[in-house]
Nanobody, 118 residues
Framework: QVQLVESGGGLVQPGGSLPLSCAASGFTFSNYVLSWYRQTPGKERELVASISSAGGSSNYADSVKGRFTISRDNAKNLVYLQMNSLKPEDTAVYYC???????????WGQGTQVNVSS
């Protein structure tokens, strides 16, 4: 059974930091590009950051460049999103996403809420 389980969400003050984790199971993790998306009510889900299957390359939305860092541990089937210098506009549900690097296989996690507020 394929599972992506996010953890680490919560309430943080503006300027603070919050690490998110996503634990994967049920598929060959190292064959998948891993991404973090986020969504707020009434808006489309947006891509925040992606990391290649081997972890050698990553890309970020302009809105989070220089503040967020995506990483992965293929030995532990984990992907991380370190969020620093958080802003109120970063408030959203954050989702973990896996996409096979060659085939049309995609999986989503259930999401974790991040609230940035004083």
């Amino acid at each position: 059974q394929v599972q992506l389980v996010e953890s680490g969400g919560g309430l943080v003050q503006p300027g603070g930091s919050l690490p998110l984790s996503c634990a994967a199971s049920g598929f060959t993790f190292s064959n998948y590009v891993l991404s973090w998306y986020r969504q707020t009510p009434g808006k489309e889900r947006e891509l925040v950051a992606s990391i290649s299957s081997a972890g050698g390359s990553s890309n970020y939305a302009d809105s989070v460049k220089g503040r967020f860092t995506i990483s992965r541990d293929n030995a532990k089937n984990l992907v991380y999103l370190q969020m620093n210098s958080l802003k109120p506009e970063d408030t959203a549900v954050y989702y973990c996403h896996a996409r096979h690097e060659r085939f049309s296989l995609r999986y989503w996690g259930q999401g974790t809420q991040v609230n940035v507020s004083s």
